[in-house]
């Protein structure tokens, strides 16, 4: 005899602590089978886009750090700074511009170790997590040490950096760097091989290649699925050209992938941290901007690879002292989005895995 | 994107301005007529030392009016909207498989709707402008050619107010279902909504019969 | 997984990895802590740590070093910092000089464009109270907040001079 079910909508959020953020999926359910997810976002619009068209150039940089995903503060500095530099035809010292590196590969080692870290208490092992966040408190006393901010640093410039390193800084980051490299096997060894782990992972919440380039998918999530795709490599900004690097791509496109490529990129950002700090050039650190600057008209569009993805702005001038418009694309909007593709067919209990999986953070979606 | 391949785009669509092509005309163009002014002013210094006058002031550049595109930029009739995306992604020379995003600007006498399309595979990206008058911002909807423009297209309609013709779902997605205007139009006046104004002199109402402080608890210590 | 495993194989393969992962915390806790107790213990922050703000007294002229130039009022993107004066020319005086912290978003901007070097990160970061009226610093509470010994002013300075 057949069994008559029903549909069930279960809402979950906006108030969670597995959605990392203030999100509201509305789940619909037969049985335990996910049949459709409809995330509600917009709880944490803080409309920085209407902000920033009523504030300088040089005041906006501040903006970017909070309004933006402020798990990786430096990496919005960099979008919104090159975007300026490219627009008003502004050359970055040499020096700044490898600092902006080593800044960025340590952002994005810190906001990698934050998602393993909550990505793991959300699959129980509650280890990991706290051994995240010891490298990640580590990164954080660095970045201290140089912008003066732990989370939120106003140090990127148009025109180069705020203050140059201090002194014995770069010795104390490479040695950062030897000692977070075993650090990383030590969560390969942790997970990788954990049966439990590998069940709520391996399989679970795949999108393929053609539904992730579709959906706008990118970052960690789109090279999980095949796609070997990575601004820094396509279209290199800053000093990432000359920089040896590779760019792990899994073919899965599960969770599990998703796992591997942001570990493997976790050993790739040290990687370029100790070349960046060895090819560090001495110089100037800024160059000579007025803080009252007025950029040509036009308009430009910069992308960067940000620790979630493909992050770029759209900026537009119409020749004045503020922008006219400013369009921040963000990469966990679309991931998000995404995610309506990935949950299909799963079960409920998977929300969780697959929602951590791709790692977005709220105030990047709302923006 | 190759100059080849702009070229044979054009061909294809003889109506798509080429906006890049058009801003480097203007410059040149600009560039001539303060070359021509130079060089009257340096004949007027010369024939100045030669009557033995103080030479006049000299010249200085006006600020450009020229509009610069970064890259390869196209307009595009929203007529033609559709079919010049679809050619420009199924072309496999042009492969533009990824959307970047949707977005629009608002130039006070008319919107830009903007596109910016990606191809993965050959490395190149264009940017489609699409003006649409003010009183009427309709486009079609690009959801059918790329999926990943759904959200996107909810999140110019929400704001700033564009209407896209033939989407699944277009409502609202970042501000709230009842929100009154668009908030980055600029004439977009904010308002309180309505049940802010309500818990506010609900807030008001208690204050005044309880006598309490506006800050609260506690003192200045 | 695999239902073609036998269950003593899993068995097997469970134990293997619970040996692995006790070994790693038997072996981690042996590791010197990095946990601090936060309210008994602080941390030393760096000298360059964006804290709250305070003027700091000139010892030779027991007056602070503010010129009234309004430069950090100006540059502030949250519009936080409101400065009055009276008098003219040298005998210019500040009649107010209020940061309203609850709005601060501890930037440095206001300290990066001061001339003189009047307006300084404190490396405090307690500002926490119970009423909102408390964080509203006042010229008294900044000359009291100001860090006691010479602060390092080298930060802003680079190849020996200071960017504008």
Known sequence: ?367 | MSPERIAQFLERFPRVRDLAAEQRAEQAREDEEWAAKQREWQEAVERAKAEGKPAPRPLKREESRVYHYHGPTFGVEREELLDVCRWLRDNPEFDMSYLSFVSAIDWRDRFEVVYHLRSPARRHSVVLKVPVPRDDPRVPSVTGLWRGAEWHEREAYDLLGIVFEGHPDLRRILMSADWKGHPLRKDYVYEDPQWLVEVASQRQREIAATGEDWEGRGSRS | MDRRVSIAARVARGLEALAIGLGLTWRAMLRPKVTVQYPVEKKNVSHRFHGLLGLPIDPETGKDRCIICFQCERVCPSRCIHIEATGKGKERVLTRFDIEMDKCQYCGFCVEVCPTEAIVFAPHYEASTYNRANLLYTLDDLHKLAPKEPIATGIVRTNGRKHR
């Open chain 1, 1 to 367: 005899m057949a069994l008559r079910t029903e549909e069930l909508m279960l809402n979950m959020g906006p108030q969670h602590p597995s959605t990392h953020g203030v999100l509201r999926l509305v789940v619909t359910l037969d049985g335990e089978n996910i049949i459709e997810v409809q995330p509600d976002i917009g709880y944490l619009h803080s409309s920085v886009e209407k902000m920033m068209e009523h504030r300088t150039y040089f005041q906006n940089v501040s903006l970017t750090d909070r309004g933006m995903d402020y798990l990786i503060a430096l990496q919005n500095e960099e979008v919104y700074c090159l975007a300026v530099e490219r627009l008003a035809g502004i050359e970055v010292p040499e020096r700044a511009r490898y600092i902006r590196v080593v800044m960025n590969e340590l952002q994005r080692i810190a906001s990698h170790l934050v998602w393993l870290g909550t990505w793991g208490i959300d699959l129980g092992a509650t280890t990991v997590f706290l051994w995240c966040f010891r490298e990640r408190e580590m990164i954080m006393d660095l970045f201290e040490q140089v912008t003066g901010g732990r989370l939120h640093h106003a140090y990127y410039r148009i025109g180069g950096v705020y203050a140059d390193l201090p002194e014995g800084w770069a010795e104390q980051c490479q040695r950062f760097v030897d000692y977070f490299l075993p650090r990383v096997d030590e969560y390969d060894a942790l997970l990788t091989a954990n049966p439990i782990f590998l069940a709520r992972t391996r399989g679970v919440g795949v999108i393929s290649r053609r539904d992730a380039i579709a959906m706008g998918a990118s970052g960690p999530v789109a090279r999980a699925s095949g796609i070997a795709l990575d601004v820094r490599k396509e279209e290199p900004y800053e000093v990432y050209d000359r920089m040896q690097f590779d760019v792990p791509v899994q073919s899965e496109g599960d969770c599990f992938a998703r796992y591997r490529v942001r570990l493997e990129e976790m050993r790739q950002s040290a990687r370029i941290i100790r070349q960046a700090l060895r090819g560090l050039p001495p110089g100037e650190i800024r160059t000579r901007v007025p803080m009252t600057m007025k950029a040509p008209r036009g308009e430009v569009y910069v992308r960067t690879e940000s620790a979630r993805g493909d992050l770029g702005i759209f900026l537009v001038s119409d020749g004045g002292e503020t922008p006219y418009r400013v369009k921040i694309r963000a990469p966990s909007f679309s991931n998000l989005y995404a995610l309506t593709e990935m949950m299909k067919g799963w079960k409920v209990a998977d929300v969780i895995a697959i929602l951590g999986s791709i790692d977005i953070v709220l105030s990047d979606v709302d923006r």
